[in-house]
């Protein structure tokens, strides 16, 4: 073809190409939007008003966003009554999702299956049976900035898929919190995860498709007290946990998990196991070991003080760190205070004698605990203590990922309040930078509609930050400058 004839079949295409403005279409409280979904095009947008729409949805058109329009506390609920099965069964390539509350369904809230780009960002998942977030044989997986409670299985779960990215969510009050099943190249990190059985899962499990999980990155993460009792179907692996675990890798291989606040959690706070024996016989190509995993630079805190009987049965007690010596080229490196369980595992080797990467910019790599460190703080599902804020001199609500107002100056003797108007946890948290310190400001996790306050005595510049968030500039190096009393 001739470079004349090349030029040409360019300028025809572009001329012929259909328009790449994308169809929006709006779908208002009381109309449908399964049939929106069933009348789009291709590459659609729908937009959904707030109200609750009692609908089972399915998407198997590619390039769809189903978008739920958000004012203040008011956004588009699927509510299943408890009746249908699932909230969204999702299939064509590439999906996106948000801004929507699903609850009361009786399978899984929302779903992808077998979606190359799938992003599920923004949601509020309640009570929807097995699994709350569930991209299955996906590749390019997004999930981000979700709140998911109540879940029998898996709150968020990411299953026999490749590449996967988990940050910034909430989860709360599930069987597992978050859990990474056969899949590759995923990054879980920034992500709150308590009172759940156990928080956060890399496992490997047999019978499925993709038989390994490699490569998967733990990091940054809160996952605190989680100890609530399983709820799950005891006859599943998952339903068979222990409750009190923080972060747990069964069978998966090269895993990283660094730089993660492990705290509170009464059986064991990160482990290191094989699939079980009964578990690998049933899919003999599964190889069940979990091996090359690194635990590297995480600060534990309270963990192991009431294990579960199973705990004590299988360790000889709860603690930090427990590995059950199984598997070749695993390694841990603990503080010196950490309390460890089951078999000693080698510490890992430091090229060079290199630095490992520093949680929070804190120095935890020599084992102790660094100078201000924040306190320990209760983490409940429950709102802050209530506080009247027509009483304080001075309100920053914390809404849209920021402070508002970022920088604020009162006088001696004044009181601040901060309320939360976002639909993910926040704290008050004084800092520097990235860097937490452990006073004056120290609020405990906040859910939406949480208040704290603090009077500040003492003039000066307090600057803080919301601990869950570090990596958002929009959530520290916040500052409230207090001046000297002025005249009577």
């Known amino acids: 073809?001739?470079?004349?004839?090349?030029?040409?079949?360019?300028?025809?295409?572009?001329?012929?190409?259909?328009?790449?403005?994308?169809?929006?279409?709006?779908?208002?409280?009381?109309?449908?939007?399964a049939e929106a979904l069933e009348n789009?095009?291709?590459?659609?947008?729908?937009?959904?008003?707030?109200?609750?729409?009692h609908e089972a949805l399915t998407v198997d058109t590619p390039g769809i966003t189903l978008r739920g329009i958000v004012r203040g506390n008011q956004r588009p609920v699927l509510d299943g009554r408890n009746r249908l099965n699932d909230g969204v069964i999702a299939s064509g390539s590439?999906?996106?999702?948000?801004?929507?509350?699903?609850?009361?369904?009786?399978?899984?809230?929302?779903?992808?299956?077998?979606?190359?780009?799938?992003?599920?960002?923004?949601l509020e998942i309640d009570d929807t049976g097995l699994y709350g977030v569930y991209p299955v044989q996906s590749r390019n997986v997004v999930v981000t900035n979700c709140t998911v409670t109540r879940i029998s299985d898996a709150g968020i779960y990411v299953g026999e898929s490749e590449n996967a990215l988990v940050a910034g969510n909430e989860v709360h009050h599930n069987v597992a919190g978050i859990e990474i099943e056969n899949t590759n190249d995923a990054e879980v990190r920034d992500n709150l995860a308590f009172a759940n059985t156990a928080g956060i899962l890399v496992f490997v499990l047999p019978g499925k498709v993709l038989k390994e999980a490699r490569r998967n990155?733990?990091?940054?993460?809160?996952?605190?007290?989680?100890?609530?009792?399983?709820?799950?179907?005891?006859?599943?692996?998952?339903?068979?946990?222990?409750?009190?675990?923080?972060?747990?890798?069964?069978?998966?291989?090269?895993?990283?998990?660094?730089?993660?606040?492990?705290?509170?959690?009464?059986?064991?706070?990160?482990?290191?196991?094989?699939?079980?024996?009964?578990?690998?016989?049933?899919?003999?190509?599964q190889e069940p070991f979990a091996e090359?995993?690194?635990?590297?630079?995480?600060?534990?805190?309270?963990?192991?003080?009431?294990?579960?009987?199973?705990?004590?049965?299988?360790?000889?007690?709860?603690?930090?760190?427990?590995w059950d010596g199984t598997g070749r080229d695993n390694c841990v490196?603990?503080?010196?205070?950490?309390?460890t369980a089951g078999v000693p595992l080698r510490p890992c080797a430091i090229p060079g004698g290199a630095r490992l990467e520093e949680p929070f910019g804190r120095g935890l790599a020599s084992g102790s605990e660094p100078a201000r460190v924040p306190p320990a703080r209760r983490v409940a599902a429950s709102a802050?203590?209530?506080?009247d804020l027509d009483a304080v001199d001075a309100v920053v609500r914390i809404r849209a990922m920021r402070f508002e107002p970022k920088h604020l100056t009162i006088h001696v003797g004044e009181s601040v309040a901060w309320t939360n108007e976002d639909a993910?946890?926040?704290?008050?948290?004084?800092?520097?930078?990235?860097?937490?310190?452990?006073?004056?400001?120290?609020?405990?996790?906040?859910?939406?509609?949480?208040?704290?306050?603090?009077?500040?005595?003492?003039?000066?510049?307090?600057?803080?930050?919301?601990?869950?968030?570090?990596?958002?500039?929009?959530?520290?190096?916040?500052?409230?400058?207090?001046?000297?009393?002025?005249?009577?």
């Open 384 to 387: 802050a203590a209530t506080v």
């Open 1 to 33: 073809m001739t470079r004349a004839l090349i030029v040409l079949g360019l300028c025809l295409s572009f001329a012929t190409a259909p328009s790449a403005r994308a169809d929006v279409i709006r779908v208002s409280s009381g109309d449908s939007i």
């Open 292 to 322: 090359r995993n690194r635990i590297r630079g995480n600060y534990f805190s309270g963990n192991g003080l009431d294990p579960d009987p199973a705990i004590v049965a299988g360790y000889g007690g709860g603690g930090d760190f427990a």
């Open 94 to 122: 590439p999906f996106t999702m948000s801004g929507f509350a699903v609850r009361h369904y009786k399978g899984n809230g929302v779903s992808a299956q077998g979606i190359d780009g799938v992003t599920f960002t923004d």
């Open 333 to 339: 490196d603990l503080p010196d205070s950490a309390a």
């Open 40 to 53: 789009a095009p291709p590459g659609s947008i729908i937009e959904v008003e707030p109200g609750v729409y």
């Open 424 to 488: 993910v946890v926040h704290t008050v948290t004084s800092g520097r930078g990235t860097v937490p310190a452990d006073g004056p400001l120290a609020s405990p996790f906040m859910m939406r509609g949480a208040t704290y306050s603090h009077v500040f005595r003492e003039p000066g510049r307090y600057e803080y930050l919301c601990l869950p968030h570090l990596d958002q500039k929009s959530m520290r190096e916040a500052t409230v400058t207090v001046l000297p009393p002025g005249p009577s």
């Open 217 to 285: 990155r733990v990091h940054r993460n809160w996952v605190v007290r989680n100890n609530h009792e399983n709820f799950g179907d005891p006859v599943s692996i998952v339903g068979g946990l222990p409750p009190g675990i923080g972060i747990l890798v069964m069978g998966a291989d090269e895993t990283t998990v660094e730089r993660n606040r492990v705290k509170d959690n009464p059986s064991i706070g990160i482990g290191l196991i094989r699939l079980g024996e009964a578990e690998a016989a049933r899919d003999p190509e």
